[in-house]
């Protein structure tokens, strides 16, 4: 399944060249793994107070295009696990219909007492 997230550039998000600073482009991204994960209601207040965390252990990003003020553009998000530990998501940036950034992005999840890696399948339910 892949969830979309639609979002607008701000002024405030782009540099002295006038098109979104390379490392807004992660907030983008980020923004959308917790809004497909929260659509798998996935809870990261509740599994924190467990002691439960999901971190970023790798990022792999493509810039193939730029965005500027007011452009609007989706964020494609498809999440899939490689074996018990991780997830993997695989994400593109569209504006209309060109691709912007092409990213892939592994995440685990820790206890955060042991620092040990938990089977993320446990409590996440991938369709």
């Known amino acids: 399944m892949v969830h979309v997230t639609e979002l607008e550039v701000r002024d405030y998000e782009c540099d002295i060249q006038g098109i979104v600073n390379n490392a807004r482009y992660l907030h983008y991204l980020e923004h959308a793994r917790h809004k497909a994960l929260e659509e798998l209601e996935v809870d990261f207040s509740a599994m924190h107070k467990q002691g ?65 890696p938990v089977k993320i399948l446990d409590f996440i339910e991938l369709n």
């Open 52 to 116: 439960l965390d999901l971190v970023v252990t790798e990022a792999n990003i493509k810039y193939l295009g730029s965005l500027k003020p007011k452009d609007l553009f989706r964020v494609e998000t498809e999440i899939t696990s490689n074996g018990k530990l991780k997830l993997i998501f695989t994400q593109k940036i569209l504006k209309a219909s060109q691709l912007v950034l092409d990213s892939v992005t592994t995440g685990a999840c820790l206890n955060r007492n042991t620092a040990k």
